[in-house]
């Protein structure tokens, strides 16, 4: 495929993790580790030009007791079956950190998207971190700029009335003591496709296509927003 120069990309990414230490309650990505990043190469419209699904070899298959305690460990035998198939390759972590540096060369882009960007920006960073034994603590080069959906969804169509209304009636709201509309992927996806009974697959590449059609339903709203994670 050739590449428009003229055209803005951009990466989407998704990753699944396992915790570092299981004794710790709480959902901190800084005790996280990536055992399964996906990726699209995308534009403002939606339209994806090309895919990576990666089983990261170092968390996977190196970590199986931390692998136990994964949000999803239902699901290895899933990616197993898929790593068997080779719907899934299986890479260490360094060599998948060198792939997306070349995909983001070719395409020219230093934009890298994801929903709710903050748990797996820092999610990859502890990765590195613990994979380096503390010498090396950032995934991505400096320079690239992080974008969040799930802020441009709080800016955007997250204040619409109709989004609202088709959250409270539906029962996707958040557990606060005053319960507000639920802005996670799968709820979103829910009321931008109309398909009410869609489940998401938490699986990075799969979680990905479905975060690329929010992304661009948000741009597509044409309003003044703050994209940036770190604005």
């Known amino acids: 495929m050739k590449i428009d120069k003229r055209k803005k990309y951009y990466l989407m990414v998704d990753t699944e993790t396992c915790p570092i230490d299981n004794t710790i309650q709480d959902v901190n990505p800084d005790n996280m580790l990536v055992y399964d990043i996906g990726g699209a190469i995308c534009d403002k419209h939606g339209n994806i030009y090309e895919t990576f699904s990666f089983i990261v070899r170092d968390i996977f298959f190196d970590e199986r007791e931390k692998m136990k305690s994964a949000y999803y460990a239902d699901k290895i035998p899933q990616y197993e079956e898929d790593i068997r198939t080779g719907k899934r390759k299986v890479s260490t972590f360094t060599n998948i950190k060198f792939y997306i540096e070349k995909l983001m060369t070719k395409y020219n882009t230093n934009i890298v998207i994801a929903h709710n960007a903050r748990f797996d920006l820092f999610s990859l960073n502890a990765t590195q971190k613990y994979l380096s034994q503390g010498k090396y603590k950032y995934f991505f080069k400096y320079g690239v700029e992080i974008w969040d959906t799930l802020k441009m969804v709080r800016q955007t169509v ?70 940036a994670l770190f604005a």
């Open 158 to 227: 997250g204040k619409q009335k109709s989004y609202k209304n088709f959250c409270f009636e539906n029962g996707f709201v958040t557990k606060h003591k005053k319960p507000q509309p639920q802005l996670k992927a799968e709820t979103l996806y829910k009321y931008h496709s109309g398909d009410y009974d869609f489940e998401e697959e938490h699986k990075g590449l799969d979680d990905v296509l479905i975060e690329v059609a929010i992304f661009a339903w948000c741009m597509s709203q044409h309003k003044k927003m703050t994209k």
